[in-house]
């Protein structure tokens, strides 16, 4: 198997996010696949140079393949393994043991969105204009709230008429979510629908800009990058 780092251009790409954000710290890396492989501990040689004592190098695997429609990330530490030769003091570097941690994975409800329907999508587009996809999206969104309203209206009917007993932790579960809903008139909810459908536009339009710079990465002969 063999393995090509250009350690220039991940050298690049750190000088200049800290020149953008002096504040960021770079914290691991990430790369694509189902899993590990040998081939991965080259690249993390090249990045313990950002651990420290307290925090240890992430190696981020995405599984892209989104096989039975679950888009896997996993993320790892790595320890070096040496290996002391016996009656010497000579030392062997066998390379890394990447351990598998807790990966919790926190996104917005219009990126779940998004990750939902490529997910569910049969096939696919290489265009950038994902216009239609992001409207689908958003209507696939409503419906599914227009459903729960539907849902909690007919429970609150059967109860008012007797013809289902009413559940207390629902009642005020129910009641704890009208208290939080914002009193607006027709024309507020119309622009705050409005901004929600910029908002899924933006996220639409990142997940492209990341779309490129993978892309970009595979041309310059990088395809694992750094995070911060």
């Given amino acids: 198997?063999?393995?090509h780092m250009d350690i220039a251009h991940h050298r690049t790409l750190?000088?200049?996010?800290?020149k953008v954000d002096p504040a960021d710290s770079i914290v691991g890396w990430f790369s694509t696949g189902s899993g590990v492989s040998s081939g991965d501990c080259l690249i993390e040689g090249y990045y313990q140079q950002f651990k420290t004592a307290e925090k240890p190098t992430i190696l981020l695997m995405v599984d892209t393949s989104i096989k039975?429609?679950?888009f896997a990330v996993?993320?790892?530490?790595?320890?070096?393994?040496?290996l002391t030769v016996p009656q010497g003091s000579d030392v062997m570097d066998m390379g890394f043991e990447f351990q598998e941690v807790?990966?919790?994975?926190a996104s917005s409800q219009g990126l779940a969105i998004l990750t939902q329907q490529n997910a569910a999508a049969e096939g696919g587009s290489s265009s950038a204009d994902t216009g239609p996809a992001d409207a689908t999206s958003l209507q696939y969104s409503f419906a599914?709230?227009?459903g729960l309203l539907e849902k909690i209206s007919a429970y609150v009917d059967a109860v008012e008429r007797g013809a289902q007993p009413g559940d207390r932790e629902v009642g005020r579960k129910l009641s704890a979510a009208l208290a939080q809903m914002p009193r607006c008139t027709p024309e507020e909810f119309q622009r705050m629908a409005a901004d929600g459908a910029q908002d899924v536009l933006l996220a639409s339009y990142v997940?492209?800009?990341v779309r490129a710079h993978i892309s970009l990465s595979e041309k310059l002969g990088a395809s694992s990058l750094p995070i911060y």
């Fill in 1 to 3: 198997m063999q393995v």
């Fill in 14 to 18: 750190a000088e200049l996010h800290g």
């Fill in 68 to 70: 039975g429609g679950d």
């Fill in 74 to 82: 996993k993320a790892f530490t790595a320890r070096r393994v040496e």
């Fill in 102 to 105: 807790e990966c919790k994975v």
């Fill in 144 to 146: 599914q709230l227009e």
């Fill in 207 to 209: 997940s492209n800009l």
